[in-house]
């Protein structure tokens, strides 16, 4: 064995952080061997035996769309037909029904949509707010496009949602922060620095935000690893992100087409967000895209928290996945695997049953 | 010395025995079904599937044939079997089954893999002129037919001994049989779930009387219902020492039982944790089985993958129009390609081998 493997070995044995050209080498490592090291970091920075979850709901506000990314089932472009903006009855709807279902907040976000104004926004983050649930919102392509649409600085705009209620920011939109590969697959979105910019910008003003990761299309091994770093390298200035959530890329009815990773690379994935993302608290299981058994197996991988209930999940199911699970699916999955289930909200605090 | 990755001090005397090549007691199984660390438990499979197989991991080119549905035995588990006359009772004429042949006669088939209920009413030449009409169709395929449980039924309603029987299905064409109906051992499982069907005694009589005929088998155990940890140890144990005498086993799979639209629907079915662990404990306590087979029709393509990496080296093959699992439900696709077997096997960090029904390897 190599003096280098040796140093990795050990790094990984006490801990340490990896630099670059250390965290691509984890590739080479076996997969229960990651998930072995992975696991021991989970336990590091989570040492409580349980496994979180959100009872909340997705909502999708409109699926118009200027941004035409090659990897999405989910959007129509403007005039387009079968394009939607929710009208106020079916959002209260399905306010009413998450609320009946016990969830402490919306999982909001929709396309690109040129033809809503400001206000719009506001009043559906206050609208949700005053529903007595918490607004999880706007993946940073629409904070930025927003940003764009209206002139005001992110920090402006951010700060306005914020006044109307906005609790944290979800994670997506980051496909892989990598320009080369955003180039080919979302050329009409934001770049990697300004999904970042959208991220500090929010973390400075005390907002919580998470971080995503879609892979598995044209995107090396090194690209995901750089893709970590830039998580990484943000989170030692601002300590904003609660989670991170690696998924693999669907490609049923989609420009970009391709077949999806499997569960092994869907596993040594999430296994190495783990070891490089030593700043990050937590790391989410994606049952939608793996199904509930992948993801059971996932919390032996490094994962510590399950996602969430969705109710409804529109994004991934337009490529023709359509796992579902109920509240009672989710805990049982998280006993049979030996931990406790936790509900916390969107924030990462845990919740009282 | 201690092995890198396990957490679980209480693997490490086995470690130690798996090390030395020294068989697991019954003790061995109870550790290893009781310890919290998956991934120690698959460490130690890996141990034992790298020494037997190095990286190789081995699939077939087959085709499934469930000639009927029509079976006296109506076990609890089973979404498959109906009474003679019941809604959604099917069986096959021989020229339905031809024809099933001849529509696949032009792609590389190497085995057919035939499995029906026990009829009340076929006579025993049905099944000798399936055989024989298929072979005659297709020469060079192997025929994996008739579970132990198919074949002692037979026996009795042709009044003939296991072995007489046996011997005919092989000259008619029979080249091996699968391993269904193995079910767990265990009396108070089976007077539970499976009053009516062939005892754990017959079932090994039979495979036993087949490996004495030079025709190979495989084995099963269904888990994941209503057997405890010591009847599943118990199975493997019984398999072993039937493996000791006649050595005619060449794999071993463990099927995952699936509830739906069987008698025993209000249960969930074990958890992938629970199917990697079976798995594994499966290649470990088994040290004289060749092969672990992850039958992707049950465990699911993604899972099937993953246990590559737990002690398994064969996930079977591309199937089409498989029956019995996906009447209870399961969600699997009917078929794979032999280009999504390859690509699952490599993407789990091993080498893709097609093998034929005896495990020769097939040229590429």
Same mark, same amino acid.
């Given at each position: 064995?190599?003096?280098?493997?040796?140093?990795?070995?050990?790094?990984?044995?006490?801990?340490?952080?990896?630099?670059?050209?250390?965290?691509?080498?984890?590739?080479?490592?076996?997969?229960?061997?990651?998930?072995?090291?992975?696991?021991?970091?989970?336990?590091?920075?989570?040492?409580?035996?349980?496994?979180?979850?959100?009872?909340?709901?997705?909502?999708?506000?409109?699926?118009?769309?200027?941004?035409?990314?090659?990897?999405?089932?989910?959007?129509?472009?403007?005039?387009?037909?079968?394009?939607?903006?929710?009208?106020?009855?079916?959002?209260?709807?399905?306010?009413?029904?998450?609320?009946?279902?016990?969830?402490?907040?919306?999982?909001?976000?929709?396309?690109?949509?040129?033809?809503?104004?400001?206000?719009?926004?506001?009043?559906?983050?206050?609208?949700?707010?005053?529903?007595?649930?918490?607004?999880?919102?706007?993946?940073?392509?629409?904070?930025?496009?927003?940003?764009?649409?209206?002139?005001?600085?992110?920090?402006?705009?951010?700060?306005?949602?914020?006044?109307?209620?906005?609790?944290?920011?979800?994670?997506?939109?980051?496909?892989?922060?990598?320009?080369?590969?955003?180039?080919?697959?979302?050329?009409?979105?934001?770049?990697?620095?300004?999904?970042?910019?959208?991220?500090?910008?929010?973390?400075?003003?005390?907002?919580?935000?998470?971080?995503?990761?879609?892979?598995?299309?044209?995107?090396?091994?090194?690209?995901?690893?750089?893709?970590?770093?830039?998580?990484?390298?943000?989170?030692?200035?601002?300590?904003?992100?609660?989670?991170?959530?690696?998924?693999?890329?669907?490609?049923?009815?989609?420009?970009?087409?391709?077949?999806?990773?499997?569960?092994?690379?869907?596993?040594?994935?999430?296994?190495?967000?783990?070891?490089?993302?030593?700043?990050?608290?937590?790391?989410?299981?994606?049952?939608?895209?793996?199904?509930?058994?992948?993801?059971?197996?996932?919390?032996?991988?490094?994962?510590?928290?399950?996602?969430?209930?969705?109710?409804?999940?529109?994004?991934?199911?337009?490529?023709?996945?359509?796992?579902?699970?109920?509240?009672?699916?989710?805990?049982?999955?998280?006993?049979?695997?030996?931990?406790?289930?936790?509900?916390?909200?969107?924030?990462?605090?845990?919740?009282?049953? | 010395?201690?092995?890198? &990755?396990?957490?679980? /001090?209480? #693997?490490?005397?086995? !470690?130690?025995?798996?090390?030395? @090549?020294?068989?697991?007691? +019954?003790?061995?199984?109870?550790?290893?079904?009781?310890?919290?660390?998956?991934?120690?438990?698959?460490?130690?499979?890996?141990?034992?599937?790298?020494?037997?197989?190095?990286?190789?991991?081995?699939?077939?080119?087959?085709?499934?044939?469930?000639?009927?549905?029509?079976?006296?035995?109506?076990?609890?588990?089973?979404?498959?079997?109906?009474?003679?006359?019941?809604?959604?009772?099917?069986?096959?004429?021989?020229?339905?089954?031809?024809?099933?042949?001849?529509?696949?006669?032009?792609?590389?088939?190497?085995?057919?893999?035939?499995? &029906?209920?026990?009829? /009340?009413? #076929?006579?025993?030449? !049905?099944?000798?002129?399936?055989? @024989?009409?298929?072979?005659? +169709?297709?020469?060079?395929?192997?025929?994996?037919?008739?579970?132990?449980?198919?074949?002692?039924?037979?026996?009795?309603?042709?009044?003939?001994?296991?072995?007489?029987?046996?011997?005919?299905?092989?000259?008619?064409?029979?080249?091996?049989?699968?391993?269904?109906?193995?079910?767990?051992?265990?009396?108070?499982?089976?007077?539970?779930?499976?009053?009516?069907?062939?005892?754990?005694?017959?079932?090994?009589?039979?495979?036993?009387?087949?490996?004495?005929?030079?025709?190979?088998?495989?084995?099963?155990?269904?888990?994941?219902?209503?057997?405890?940890?010591?009847?599943?140890?118990?199975?493997?144990?019984?398999?072993?020492?039937?493996?000791?005498?006649?050595?005619?086993?060449?794999?071993?799979?463990?099927?995952?039982?699936?509830?739906?639209?069987?008698?025993?629907?209000?249960?969930?079915?074990?958890?992938?944790?629970?199917?990697?662990?079976?798995?594994?404990?499966?290649?470990?306590?088994?040290?004289?089985?060749?092969?672990?087979?992850?039958?992707?029709?049950?465990?699911?393509?993604?899972?099937?993958?993953?246990?590559?990496?737990?002690?398994?080296?064969?996930?079977?093959?591309?199937?089409?129009?498989?029956?019995?699992?996906?009447?209870?439900?399961?969600?699997?696709?009917?078929?794979?390609?032999?280009?999504?077997?390859?690509?699952?096997?490599?993407?789990?960090?091993?080498?893709?081998?097609?093998?034929?029904?005896?495990?020769?390897?097939?040229?590429?």
């Amino acid at each position: 064995m190599s003096g280098g493997c040796d140093t990795l070995t050990e790094k990984l044995a006490v801990g340490a952080r990896l630099v670059f050209s250390e965290a691509c080498r984890l590739w080479d490592l076996d997969l229960l061997e990651l998930g072995n090291w992975a696991d021991r970091v989970r336990f590091r920075l989570n040492p409580e035996p349980r496994v979180t979850y959100v009872i909340d709901r997705n909502i999708n506000y409109t699926n118009i769309c200027v941004s035409a990314c090659r990897f999405c089932a989910f959007f129509r472009s403007p005039g387009a037909a079968g394009g939607y903006v929710l009208d106020w009855d079916v959002l209260s709807a399905k306010l009413s029904e998450l609320k009946d279902h016990g969830g402490s907040g919306v999982l909001l976000q929709g396309g690109l949509n040129p033809d809503l104004p400001l206000s719009y926004y506001l009043e559906l983050v206050s609208f949700i707010k005053n529903s007595g649930l918490a607004v999880h919102g706007f993946s940073p392509p629409e904070i930025f496009f927003l940003a764009e649409q209206t002139g005001l600085s992110l920090t402006d705009l951010i700060r306005r949602l914020m006044n109307a209620g906005l609790s944290s920011i979800p994670g997506g939109g980051a496909e892989i922060l990598v320009d080369r590969v955003r180039r080919q697959v979302s050329p009409n979105k934001c770049g990697s620095s300004q999904w970042l910019e959208v991220m500090a910008a929010a973390h400075r003003q005390g907002l919580k935000t998470s971080a995503t990761m879609m892979f598995g299309h044209l995107e090396t091994r090194a690209e995901r690893v750089e893709h970590l770093f830039r998580i990484r390298d943000l989170q030692d200035d601002t300590g904003g992100f609660t989670a991170f959530i690696p998924w693999t890329y669907q490609p049923g009815g989609t420009d970009l087409k391709g077949e999806t990773k499997g569960a092994v690379e869907y596993l040594k994935t999430l296994a190495i967000s783990r070891l490089v993302l030593d700043n990050v608290p937590h790391l989410q299981v994606s049952w939608v895209t793996q199904g509930p058994k992948v993801a059971q197996v996932a919390l032996k991988f490094g994962a510590d928290d399950f996602g969430s209930t969705m109710l409804e999940e529109n994004v991934v199911a337009a490529t023709g996945v359509g796992f579902r699970l109920q509240r009672e699916e989710i805990e049982t999955l998280i006993r049979q695997a030996g931990y406790e289930p936790q509900v916390r909200d969107h924030r990462y605090h845990l919740l009282p049953e | 010395m201690n092995m890198p &990755g396990i957490q679980d /001090p209480a #693997l490490q005397p086995i !470690y130690e025995k798996v090390a030395a @090549k020294q068989r697991l007691s +019954r003790e061995d199984g109870y550790t290893l079904f009781g310890s919290f660390d998956l991934l120690g438990v698959g460490r130690l499979a890996q141990m034992v599937r790298e020494r037997l197989h190095g990286n190789k991991a081995y699939y077939i080119y087959n085709q499934h044939i469930n000639y009927s549905n029509i079976c006296v035995n109506g076990c609890k588990f089973c979404a498959f079997g109906r009474k003679a006359g019941e809604a959604g009772a099917y069986e096959m004429s021989l020229p339905e089954i031809f024809i099933k042949v001849e529509e696949r006669a032009h792609e590389p088939i190497t085995e057919i893999h035939i499995v &029906g209920g026990c009829h /009340p009413d #076929l006579p025993f030449t !049905y099944y000798l002129d399936m055989l @024989k009409g298929i072979k005659a +169709r297709r020469p060079e395929v192997h025929l994996q037919a008739f579970t132990a449980v198919e074949v002692a039924h037979l026996a009795q309603k042709a009044e003939m001994s296991v072995a007489d029987t046996l011997s005919a299905l092989k000259d008619a064409g029979l080249g091996s049989l699968p391993g269904g109906g193995a079910e767990v051992f265990s009396p108070r499982v089976r007077s539970s779930l499976c009053p009516e069907k062939l005892s754990p005694e017959g079932w090994v009589e039979v495979a036993q009387a087949a490996h004495r005929l030079d025709l190979n088998t495989n084995a099963t155990m269904l888990y994941g219902h209503m057997e405890s940890v010591a009847e599943r140890v118990d199975h493997l144990v019984r398999l072993r020492e039937a493996q000791d005498e006649t050595g005619g086993f060449l794999a071993f799979i463990p099927l995952a039982f699936h509830p739906a639209n069987t008698g025993l629907s209000e249960l969930t079915g074990p958890s992938a944790i629970d199917d990697l662990k079976t798995l594994a404990i499966s290649r470990l306590m088994l040290d004289n089985f060749p092969h672990i087979k992850a039958f992707w029709v049950m465990l699911g393509p993604k899972l099937s993958q993953i246990s590559l990496c737990f002690g398994v080296d064969d996930v079977d093959g591309t199937v089409m129009e498989e029956r019995i699992t996906h009447m209870a439900g399961a969600q699997t696709p009917q078929g794979l390609t032999r280009t999504q077997l390859q690509a699952m096997i490599r993407e789990a960090g091993c080498e893709p081998v097609e093998r034929d029904t005896l495990y020769r390897v097939i040229a590429a």
